[in-house]
């Protein structure tokens, strides 16, 4: 109750590079979720709805 930001991840053993984000609580904002992707090499969190491009620069190192 005292928290303004719960967020929770979760995956499937079938999708190993894809998570599901669920955002529980926002005390200023919406609820919801989204599924993101782990990134290339390192250990990082990309937006899925990004397109083909931006996500091949991103997992090449190119952009952040």
């Not at 937006?47 to 190119?62: F, N, Y």
Request: glycine share 8%; aromatic share 4%; charged share 30%.
């Amino acid at each position: 109750q005292d928290a303004d930001l719960v967020i929770l991840l979760s995956n499937d053993a079938d999708k190993p590079t894809e998570t599901i984000v669920h955002l529980a609580k926002h005390r200023s904002g919406q609820c919801g979720q989204t599924t993101m992707r782990l990134g290339g090499a390192r250990f990082r969190f990309v937006d899925d709805s990004r397109d083909q491009k931006t996500q091949a620069a991103i997992e090449a190192g190119e952009a952040f």
